[in-house]
């Protein structure tokens, strides 16, 4: 240690060599000029006082040394702290030279050619150069604005760590999260417990328990236990990385749910894209529509795409729906625009409530706010029972079912055959018709004004005289319906509509 006074050394026990002198010989060393004075248990220096390490050095301009209870040097006056490309400076500290570890207190600031740092407090080790604070602290590094309710930087890499409330931000992005990691070797920011993240130029809003962020390119790398915020939807999910501008890959409990909450997605993993995107894994799609009533459609893959207002969805690979209409087909297409929806049921497809049953190669659905209509083509069947024991049955290339509140319309065009009960009249019976074109009125379930075109064969039986040997015919059909059923594990099967025609419609 070297000691450099400009006036006698005071003699006794509180000398500055007796303050220094048992902590170890060139591991720190202490340089001061001016005045000393003795004042009841410190020693008073004024002028100039230097503390020095092999790495660091700290200067102030007046110093009281103390060597009970602990050995100690406040210092004030000019606070430096030097070393290799950075600076503290504050109104004024402590040393300890036991530990060799400096207490900057008072407008503290870390200068360095990365940027600055501000905060009431900072704590220095010496030993393993690292900085830290419990106070408030706020600054820039590496381009990015931040601030928190304390920070650690670290010697070699001098990566930063903010703790409790921490926020940063740069031109692009704003976030915020409990602890904020900036790891400038590969330029990485890492965020720990409710992040969050905004992009100024667009509306997104991102947050999960944990986010990383490449920031030379501003695109997220990693999200754990995620959500994400669009204009037009939001993303949830355990892990979502980001690869593009706009690309998501997401995995483990995902769900996709539009901004008026008309359709929600879920399933075990997907990809979005800017105006696509493909899930996987027992997926599960509910729409709701203006009335609040919704279908739920069940698919092991499902994609979408948005073109200006139109919503495309294609589920496929052996499909279930349920809703007002329980039924399966072996890929479902839904278009949404507004309150406009159609949905479109591909081979096998079938479609069925308490009264109505419906199948055909494809079925298809529309809706607005003042109409439902049903298609069934090509082998296509409908079966409704009216009331107990009275079983309607079509059969024809084309069937097409218009439902308003009051009334619904029937159509069947290509070789159709129909058995229909007229129950509106005296006169019940059951009507069989074979005909190119039938046209019939259905009011709480009855059929009324049936009309035809093109050659036409129709018996009517009376009530007393009904051949129900129709049913069987329906019977096998229904059979054969149910075969192509694929039920997914923990779906409810369809109700067996043969079960209800047996019962006499009950």
């Known amino acids: 240690m070297i000691f450099n ?42 002028g100039e006082i230097i503390i020095r390490t092999p790495e660091d050095t700290v200067r102030a301009s007046k110093a009281k040394l103390y060597n009970a209870p602990e050995k100690k040097a406040v210092l004030s006056g000019d606070l430096r702290l030097d070393r290799k490309d950075m ?6 500290g402590i040393y300890f030279p036991k530990t060799k570890k400096v207490t900057v207190m008072g407008h503290a600031n870390i200068r360095s050619p990365e940027g600055n740092i501000q905060s009431e407090t900072f704590h220095y080790d010496l030993n393993s150069g690292q900085l830290s604070s419990n106070t408030f602290t706020s600054g820039n590094a590496e381009g990015i604005r931040f601030s928190s309710d304390g920070s650690v930087i670290f010697k070699e890499t001098k990566n930063i760590r903010l703790i409790g409330n921490a926020v940063w931000e740069n031109d692009t992005i704003k976030g915020t999260a409990d602890t904020i990691f900036l790891n400038k070797s590969d330029n990485i920011l890492k965020m720990s417990r409710n992040a969050k993240i905004l992009f100024r130029k667009k509306k997104d809003e991102v947050s999960g328990k944990y986010i990383e962020i490449d920031l030379s390119t501003n695109k997220i790398t990693k999200i754990t236990g995620s959500r994400i915020k669009r204009d037009d939807f939001t993303l949830k999910a355990r892990k979502i990385n980001q690869t593009g501008a706009e690309t998501y890959f997401l995995e483990d409990e995902v769900e996709i749910k539009s901004s008026d909450e008309a359709v929600t997605s879920t399933g075990k993993k997907a990809v979005i894209e800017k105006k696509a995107m493909k899930m996987e894994g027992r997926t599960m799609t509910r729409l709701v529509d203006k009335e609040k009533k919704e279908i739920r459609i069940y698919s092991p893959v499902l994609t979408s795409e948005k073109a200006d207002s139109v919503e495309k969805y294609h589920f496929f690979l052996k499909t279930n729906i349920r809703g007002d209409f329980d039924g399966f087909a072996d890929s ?25 049953f419906l199948e055909g190669d494809t079925l298809e659905m529309f809706q ?31 069937i097409q079912l218009t439902k308003t509140d009051s009334l619904s319309e029937l159509y069947s065009t290509g070789d159709a055959e129909s058995f229909l009960w007229n129950d509106e009249k005296n006169n019940v019976g059951l009507n069989h018709t074979v005909a190119p074109v039938q046209k019939a009125k259905i009011r709480n379930r009855k059929v009324s004004r049936v009309n035809t075109r093109g050659a036409t064969k129709s018996v009517f039986q009376p009530l007393n005289k009904v051949d129900y040997g129709y049913l069987n015919t329906v019977a096998v059909r229904l059979k054969e319906s149910y075969k192509a059923d694929s039920v997914p594990p923990g779906l409810t099967p369809v109700p067996d509509f043969l079960k209800k025609i047996q019962a006499g419609g009950k």
């Open 5 to 46: 006074r400009n006036k006698r050394t005071i003699k006794g026990a509180f000398s500055l060599f007796f303050f220094m002198a048992s902590f170890g010989a060139g591991a720190q060393e202490i340089i001061w000029k001016g005045k000393e004075l003795i004042s009841g248990n410190y020693k008073l220096i004024e």
């Open 368 to 398: 607005d706010s003042l109409r439902q209509i049903i298609r069934a083509k090509r082998n296509a069947m409908m079966i409704m029972i009216s009331k107990p024991n009275r079983v309607n049955f079509i059969s024809a290339a084309f």
């Open 87 to 92: 600076q503290v400076t504050g109104d004024s």
């Open 332 to 356: 479902i297409y839904v278009r949404k625009k507004g309150k406009e929806r159609e949905t479109f049921l591909y081979r096998n497809a079938h479609l069925q409530n308490d009264s109505l």
